[in-house]
């Protein structure tokens, strides 16, 4: 495979694309925490990988540690074009904001509320740590593969994984609790039990678990 593409071998390069744009696609996602950002990465990661693949090294193993370092990159640029973004509106004026109430939306709405709260914990973590955690926990690349698509040593994935973990796990905790205390305020306000739903619990501690994708 790595040979094919190399050599601009569109069949080659096609069948990279069916086979690995899920999994970097949901990269992209879990890194930026926006489903129309993450198919923009996705996009622009293959443009880029088919620009520059003679830089490729022949032999070598799986082509997802190469696609999702690419990736990483275009994420962080993401991230950098949205504070600019984000800055230059708040200093606009803000128009009243109309709330929509169809039906047919509320499964996104509550999809989007779910990912807001994963991200809520990720987002307290260094971008280097989340990086590590998304490669190695949810991409499912060893140290060796996460550490060629970072360009970084191997100590330096699993220094980053290990604490990326210890934060991530004392911040889940942080977010329990808080939501336990919510949940009180609530069966105190009005007058019944409070309720434990633990979302926060369920989706944040995903994080903590390893997850194997396809590899190429």
């Not at 070598?60 to 690419?70: C, E, K, R, T, Y």
């Not at 990483?72 to 606009?92: H, I, P, S, V």
């Not at 904001?97 to 987002?123: K, S, T, W, Y």
């Not at 991409?139 to 191997?154: K, R, S």
């Amino acid at each position: 495979m790595r040979r094919r593409v190399r050599a601009g071998e569109r069949d080659a390069f096609t069948e990279l694309y069916e086979r690995c744009a899920r999994t970097v696609y949901n990269h992209a996602l879990r890194l930026t925490g926006d489903w129309s950002t993450a198919e923009e990465i996705m996009s622009e990661t293959f443009l880029t990988a088919w620009k520059v693949r003679e830089r490729l090294e022949v032999d070598g193993g799986s082509l997802v540690p190469w696609l999702l370092g690419i990736a990483t990159n275009k994420a962080e640029n993401a991230r950098r074009g949205l504070r600019r973004r984000l800055a230059f509106l708040a200093r606009q004026r803000q128009p009243a904001v109309v709330a929509d109430f169809a039906p047919e939306v509320a499964g996104r709405i509550d999809d989007a509320r779910r990912l807001q709260a994963v991200q809520g914990a990720l987002v307290r973590l260094r971008r280097q740590e989340r990086e590590v955690l998304s490669l190695c926990v949810w991409a499912g690349l060893d140290y060796q593969q996460t550490a060629n698509a970072l360009g970084v040593p191997v100590g330096t994935v699993r220094s980053r994984l290990s604490r990326a973990r210890a934060k991530l796990a004392r911040l889940v905790d942080e977010q329990n609790e808080q939501h336990k205390k919510n949940e009180l305020n609530k069966g105190n306000e009005n007058q019944e039990p409070p309720r434990s739903r633990g979302e926060m619990t369920g989706e944040a501690a995903l994080a903590a678990l390893p997850v194997r994708e396809e590899t190429v």
